[in-house]
């Protein structure tokens, strides 16, 4: 026989399922529980606690049972051995029992609130779910010492399986309801159509966007067969396509829908089954207004049926769409271009860009696009064929009725034979007939140029030539003889010279030459001397056998000039005393040779000095990220305190030392001192930021480079993947195959290699394809004149786009204002570096440095 209480216990616990069921709210389960556990535990108080996984802490629910001071002492109580009755339960998952809470350790801190709640054992077992997950802890208080029999256990892990029943329960209903409302919220607010149909094709349901589209309140749609919405016309086509779907297919088409005005109106239409356990219980529908879109693709049918007689080429292309295909091309564009009409519909007409398209002309029609303007450029543009043509095209956006540009058209005229009459007319205004030569106003506008382009490193110098006895030559043997003399003298100035030489013919028997970069008066010097030799090799014209000689003048401008003439005026001079001198010679003007040659004298012995009593330092400038500006890595510039004359700057002594060979010790120091440094930099800064390393291209080639690099990283400690080596196009003169063979060593090993000071060196496209750089630097001098400069900017950013879809990175270095920096990032340049963001400056100052630097205001 069951007894009145264990059929009341029995009760009660049936009541407390029957409320888990109903979903009834969580607090009055778990109160029911708790009166529950205390019918079948006479003298407990019953304490139920939640678990807060994010902060590791359980805290007592409300309760009648204790005080407001109790209740919220125990609010973020923490988990944890020693942390109380329940906090050790929580932790070890286990029943913990204490029979006296004045004598537990476990307890301290608490035993004073404990005493003043008249509390004296506690049981407390964790509350789990089926996978271990701790839910809380349910424990029974006592107000006397008190020890659980085995009945008592059970009621207690009877009690916490049932709360946890109703917490998890509770949990699920709770994420139900979530994801309903997310459900309700995407239904309801679609900006496309939605509905539901039932498998006879009613309506079950439909968002606000079914009533815009259609005219017709929900509650008049609700319950009605979707063909109603239909023009009558369309009603066999939907049928076959909600047949369709119903049997399982997502079908899309269009039809014609009947709006409440009694007006018609274009549809698209997307069905799809609703499957549930593998039945089909329903259809769902997408549908959207098209009319506006028609009513376009009718405007573009006219517009053909204007433009299809047109002697130039007309493309429309779709504004509206991603990449903007092309919609429409006359028969005048695909004769122009040589391609089929269904290789151009479709597809966007870059298809006509190619290698020698300038890339300011191509950003031109790319900023028109955004800006959606009529742009007016010419460029050159490639046949089907590959035979290059120039295009003067013109782009006018069109819009619709709502101000949307939903089109760009464009015309296309084939000016080929228009630029090649002005080749013509500019290469006789340029060049001299006779030899090919660039002729004196050319030689004038380069050598204005050079002067005023601070990107040139070195010295500049201009030679004057004027061949020894030509007159007699001329007047005695007939003029064309003299001719063919002049155009052989051209010829071996042009071998003779190289190419970075400009070889001008100024008139008669006057040349001169512009020799840009050196670093050495020696260089020019040696020039001159195969000059003089190269031109008294015996000359065959016109089956006579000629010998001639020159008189050369050099000057430079290793001082300041007035004007581009003064420099030409120098070596006129310096003509005039090497013809004075006898002949066939050469005389530099001034007695600047000298003075530069006692001066690198003195200053090599220094070197050497310096490396042997540590003199150098290095220099550290961050190199940033072009949005963030947070730090990626550190360049690192050597520095010389020289005792007497104070800080050398790298500019005066880094030619000398690459001159004498004295760059392949100072740069393993530099490589050295910069792997031990940054090593030190990130142990200190619990970081690992990158530290490149200028390698000059004498150090670069020479053999054993590789073993030092190996070596180096392994006395250090530096990661290989934390070192950066940057060489300029430089390196690449002797010969690119062993330096691409040994870049792509050094990246297997982790070891980055970068392109710097691009664009003014050698700047091979055919082998920077196949170099295996990661990265290339823009030299200081184009972001300086990117805002001034129309042409660099196009430069600048035909390098950072080249570069991306190359899969490099892009640093502009020499950032010095506000306005190269937003304009660089503005232009997508990957790293940024300058004064704008901090200058270059000792080990010491780099670590108190954040990593995030500003790039909203200067350094």
């Known amino acids: 026989m069951i007894s009145d209480v264990e059929l009341s216990l029995l009760e009660a616990q049936q009541g407390i399922h029957e409320l888990i069921a109903q979903q009834q709210p969580v ?42 001071r109790y209740f919220q002492s125990l609010q973020n109580f923490p988990v944890g051995p020693g942390e109380g009755t329940c906090g050790t339960a929580a932790f070890t998952k286990q029943l913990v029992i204490t029979d006296n809470i004045q004598k537990d350790p476990r307890w301290n801190g608490f035993h004073d609130i404990a005493e003043a709640e008249g509390l004296r054992a506690c049981w407390s077992v964790p509350i789990l779910a089926s996978a271990g997950e701790l839910l809380g802890t349910f424990a029974t208080y006592y107000r006397a010492p008190a020890s659980p029999t085995a009945e008592a256990r059970r009621n207690l892990a009877r009690s916490a399986a049932l709360t946890a029943l109703a917490i998890i329960r509770h949990r699920d209903a709770e994420d139900h309801f979530a994801l309903s409302e997310w459900h309700r919220t995407l239904f309801a607010n679609h900006p496309d159509g939605v509905f539901t149909f039932d498998l006879e094709g009613h309506f079950l349901s439909c968002n606000r966007a079914v009533e815009n589209i259609s005219g017709y309140p929900a509650e008049q749609i609700l319950g009605i067969h979707f063909n109603r919405l239909v023009e009558p016309d369309y009603r066999a086509q939907n049928q076959a396509a909600f047949d369709r779907a119903r049997s399982g297919d997502v079908i899309t088409y269009e039809t014609m829908g009947a709006h ?77 271009t040589g391609y089929p009409h269904e290789e151009i519909v479709g597809f966007n007409c870059r298809f006509l860009q190619g290698e020698e398209t300038a890339p300011e002309a191509i950003e031109a029609v790319r900023q028109g696009i955004r800006q959606q303007t009529e742009v007016n450029v010419v460029l050159l543009n ?65 050598l204005s140029h050079a002067l005023s382009d601070n990107s040139s490193r070195g010295s500049l110098a201009a030679m004057h030539l004027d061949l020894d006895g030509f007159r007699p030559i001329n007047e005695g043997l007939g003029h064309h003889v003299g001719n063919e003399v002049l155009k052989i003298v051209a010829s071996r100035l042009k071998d003779l010279a190289g190419p970075d030489v400009t070889v001008a013919r100024l008139g008669g028997d006057e040349f001169s030459l512009l020799v840009p970069g050196y670093t050495d008066p020696a260089e020019v010097v040696q020039l001159a001397e195969k000059l003089l030799a190269g031109l008294a090799q015996p000359i065959e014209a016109e089956d006579q056998m000629v010998h001639i000689s020159a008189s050369i003048g050099i000057a430079c401008n290793c001082t300041p000039l007035d004007s581009p003439h003064e420099l030409r005026q120098f070596a006129d001079l310096a003509l005039d005393r090497a013809k004075r001198q006898g002949r066939n010679t050469w005389q530099w003007y001034s007695g600047e040779k000298a003075e530069l040659s006692r001066h690198s004298v003195a200053l090599r012995q220094d070197l050497h000095t310096a490396l042997t009593e540590n003199q150098f330092e290095l220099y550290y400038q961050p190199l940033v990220d072009a949005d963030t500006g947070r730090m990626r890595s550190v360049e690192a510039l050597v520095r010389w305190h020289h005792p007497c004359r104070g800080m050398v700057s790298p500019a005066e002594f880094i030619p000398l030392t690459e001159q004498t060979g004295q760059i392949v010790p100072l740069g393993l120091w530099i490589l050295r001192q910069a792997c031990a440094e940054m090593v030190d930099f990130n142990a200190h800064q619990k970081r690992e930021l990158r530290v490149a390393v200028n390698i000059s291209s004498l150090q670069f080639i020479r053999d054993g480079f590789l073993d030092d690099v190996l070596r180096i990283l392994e006395e250090t400690g530096l990661p290989p993947q934390l070192l950066e080596l940057e060489v300029t196009e430089s390196v690449l003169l002797d010969g690119a195959e062993p330096v691409i063979e040994l870049m792509q060593t050094l990246k297997a090993m982790g070891i980055r290699v970068a392109l710097d000071d691009f664009g003014t060196g050698f700047s091979s496209l055919s082998y ?66 300058g004064y704008w963001f901090a200058r270059p400056m000792p080990l010491a100052e780099l670590k108190k440095l954040p990593e995030l630097l500003p790039v909203d205001r200067p350094a």
């Open 27 to 68: 607090e009055e389960t778990l109160e029911a529980i708790a009166n529950w556990v205390s019918n079948m535990m006479p003298g407990a108080l019953i304490s139920i606690m939640g678990f807060d996984p994010e902060t590791d802490t359980l805290s007592l629910l409300a309760s009648p049972r204790f005080s407001e």
């Open 260 to 336: 409440a005005s009694g007006n018609a109106y274009f549809l698209e239409i997307t069905n799809f089954p609703v499957m549930i356990r593998g039945k089909i219980v329903g259809v769902y529908g997408i549908c959207r207004d098209i009319s506006d879109r028609k009513q376009q693709d009718s405007e573009l049918r006219q517009l053909q049926r204007g433009v299809e007689a047109s002697p130039h080429g007309v493309l429309m292309s779709d504004a509206l769409s991603p990449d903007m295909p092309v919609v429409y091309a006359n028969p005048a564009f695909t004769e122009i």
């Open 382 to 446: 490639y046949r089907k064929d590959g035979m290059p043509f120039w295009n003067h095209l013109l782009i006018s956006p069109v819009f619709d009725q709502a101000g949307t540009c939903t089109h760009f058209i464009s015309s296309q005229q084939d000016i080929t034979r228009q630029r090649e009459q002005d080749a013509q007319i500019s290469y006789q205004m340029n060049y001299d007939q006779l030899t090919g030569l660039p002729n004196q106003a050319a030689f004038q506008e380069s």
């Open 768 to 833: 920077l394809r196949n170099l295996p750089t990661h990265q290339v630097k823009l030299d200081r001098s184009f972001v300086q004149e990117t805002a001034t400069d129309h042409r660099i900017a196009a430069i600048v950013q035909g390098v950072i786009t080249m570069a991306h879809h190359m899969d490099m990175m892009v640093v502009a270095e020499g950032i010095e204002t506000r306005a190269q920096q937003e304009d660089l990032a503005r232009r997508h340049c990957d790293i940024l570096q």
